[in-house]
């Protein structure tokens, strides 16, 4: 899996979030794209966490 940014997991994650919003999307393509925001989910919390701590260590 290739690393993005904090900005771009956003950015994904807010198109995902749409795209379950508005579109009628079933059966597998919309297992994948719950999958997907699951996934995108844990990194922006695991930057976030990282962040907390770069701060917390005086960086």
Excluded: F, P
């Excluded at 198109?15 to 579109?23: E, P, R, T």
């Amino acid at each position: 899996m290739q690393a993005i940014s904090i900005k771009q997991t956003i950015r994904e994650l807010d198109a995902v979030n749409k795209k379950l919003d508005m579109q009628r999307v079933t059966g597998t393509a919309r297992l994948a794209l719950l999958r997907r925001q699951a996934e995108l989910g844990d990194l922006r919390e695991a930057a976030r966490d990282a962040g907390r701590r770069a701060s917390a260590a005086g960086r």
